[in-house]
């Protein structure tokens, strides 16, 4: 039988792709705060079936979930970290999902102007309660963030970079 150290087993992911919608940023029952968004990324070859795979990242560290949030659809976006699988206690039942959990994250370019110009035109400007403008509430969407708890982005830099 073959003896197996704990150094001979990986779990390490890097990805390189284009975020792909929005980012839901939510309180846990913990009280931890997750932050999860998904991002597209090509294949180097699709013999059968699609060329893209979308995959759905969570950060739960504080530094990443504070450049992440800043981050817009289209962005061209590079994750490390480790493919997880969660459980927890559904309505119906035990529920589970493999995402991948973000160590460390970076934007490698924005979205092209076409990309911003479009989204821009899809995202209609929602009354706030009692007046005009931009609702700012918990589950709004503000500049491609969905907060559910009605809190604002937080600048900071990651790895010596401006987020």
């Known amino acids: 039988m073959v003896e197996e150290s704990a150094s001979a087993h990986r779990n390490e992911v890097t990805l390189i792709g284009r975020l792909a919608g929005d980012i839901r940023e939510?309180?846990?029952?913990?009280?931890a705060m997750l932050?999860?968004?998904?991002?597209?990324?090509r294949r180097e070859s699709a013999a059968h079936g699609p060329n893209i795979d979308a995959l759905d990242c969570v950060a739960w560290?504080?530094?990443?979930?504070?450049?992440?949030?800043?981050w817009s659809a289209g962005d061209l976006i590079e994750v490390r970290g480790a493919v997880r699988r969660r459980f927890w206690r559904g309505v119906s039942g035990p529920v589970s999902r493999c995402e991948i959990e973000v160590g460390l994250a970076r934007r490698l370019a924005r979205?092209?102007?076409?990309?911003r110009k479009l989204r821009a035109s899809r995202q209609p400007a929602l009354p706030a309660p009692g007046g005009g403008g931009q609702r700012a509430g918990p589950g709004s969407t503000v500049g491609g963030l969905i907060r559910e708890d009605g809190g604002a982005p937080v600048p900071c830099a990651v790895s010596g970079r401006k987020a």
């Open 26 to 31: 939510r309180p846990m029952p913990s009280g």
């Open 35 to 41: 932050c999860s968004f998904r991002l597209v990324v």
């Open 61 to 70: 560290l504080t530094t990443v979930r504070r450049a992440v949030v800043r």
């Open 111 to 115: 979205a092209g102007a076409e990309v």
